[in-house]
């Protein structure tokens, strides 16, 4: 990690900027900035999305959520020491070191890098044109890279509003499918910078929008690209994602009519693309319904597997509970009466209604001549 100002400058791509001399001007402005960005954008960081490093210091942050969609935490100093508190363990006080080491580099990096920034930016203006922003006593230390950029365009690179309408026209042209996606990409990308330039700032959502208007506008090239573009979540829907999705699109679409030679051609010739198109479709629809007939086969063979071992399961649960309820019956049934036989009511000792002959001091075991009836009778 490269942290001091001299390191940063080195490990950048325009160590020096295309200096503006003179009276700055929109479009001089614009190739300064546009070497500031890729200079911020070459300090790798984990501050933001991983991809974009330290971007953020030259853009305005409407500006830099149209580029990402994960938003950039700022650092802060973790302070002048480590806090330990005082039954730390020698093992939990060496991770409290290493992580106040990291955050402080973390931060000396992202506040160096800007420093390195505007120290070129510094040097490729001529002071007289961003004095008014200077301090007399602290000169421009509190003063941001972004500041001054933002001084640059809204005193020197002020654009009419019929350049800015003609620059929409230009976002909004239609795109030439003979040529590269990525002239398409970035048409929307300079068009963007233009009006940020003249205090126009398009949102994420309306970028994605005007593109993808584009791209639908051109025909079938594009059409499964952007159903399945409409299936993926808000939250998703980064410029990044969008660009990766329909540049995938575009070289499928570029592989497929290589394949002229081996007979797509010839059927392209004789039924017409949106024939040709049509037969495609068919054919995924058709595919689709036998994945999903041999998924409902196996699905309705799992459901009758699934309930015949219910219903064998069942009978034998049936049968234990038959014989358990019978042998409860016979346990219950424990009363002997020489008149009513074996019951679960009363012994022979107090029947209600004994027989003639009745024996009260009679058991199970020694009938004595007594009832063989498993009940008594109503």
């Known amino acids: ?212 208007t584009l791209l639908a506008k051109t025909g079938h090239h594009f059409r499964y690209a952007c159903r399945e573009w409409r299936r993926v979540r808000a939250a998703q829907r980064t410029w990044q994602q969008f660009k990766n999705h329909f540049t995938k699109a575009y070289n499928d679409s570029r592989t497929y009519e290589s394949t002229a030679n081996f007979g797509y051609a010839a059927t392209n010739h004789v039924f017409g693309a949106e024939t040709v198109e049509y037969m495609q479709d068919t054919q995924e629809a058709l595919t689709n319904l036998a994945n999903a007939a041999v998924a409902d086969k196996a699905f309705v063979t799992q459901l009758v597997e699934n309930n015949t071992k219910l219903v064998a399961q069942l009978e034998i649960l049936t049968a234990q509970l038959t014989q358990k309820k019978l042998a409860t019956q016979t346990r219950k049934r424990h009363k002997y009466c020489w008149t009513c036989g074996f019951q679960d009511g009363h012994d022979s000792a107090n029947c209600p209604n004994p027989a003639e002959g009745h024996v009260k001091e009679v058991v199970s075991n020694k009938r004595m001549g007594g009832s063989k009836v498993g009940k008594c009778p109503k």
């Open 1 to 212: 990690m490269n942290t001091t100002i001299e390191q940063i400058i080195d490990a950048m791509p325009h160590p020096t900027l295309t200096r503006i001399t003179g009276l700055p001007s929109c479009k001089k402005i614009r190739q300064v900035h546009s070497e500031l960005n890729a200079n911020a954008s070459s300090i790798q960081s984990t501050l933001g999305d991983c991809v974009n490093g330290l971007l953020y210091l030259t853009l305005t942050p409407q500006q830099y959520a149209t580029v990402s969609g994960v938003p950039f935490t700022v650092p802060v100093h973790p302070g002048p020491r480590s806090v330990i508190p005082e039954n730390a363990s020698p093992a939990q006080i060496a991770q409290l070191k290493t992580a106040y080491d990291m955050m402080t580099n973390v931060w000396l990096e992202y506040t160096n890098t800007d420093k390195a920034l505007k120290q070129q930016l510094l040097r490729a203006v001529e002071d007289i044109y961003l004095r008014d922003i200077k301090h007399s006593m602290t000169g421009y230390a509190n003063v941001s890279t972004r500041r001054l950029l933002g001084h640059l365009y809204s005193k020197y690179g002020r654009i009419t509003p019929e350049a800015l309408k003609e620059n929409g026209n230009r976002m909004r042209k239609s795109y030439d499918m003979s040529q590269p996606i990525q002239t398409l990409w970035v048409q929307i990308q300079e068009a963007n910078d233009y009006a940020a330039a003249g205090g126009v700032l398009y949102s994420l959502r309306q970028i994605l929008d005007i593109v993808y």
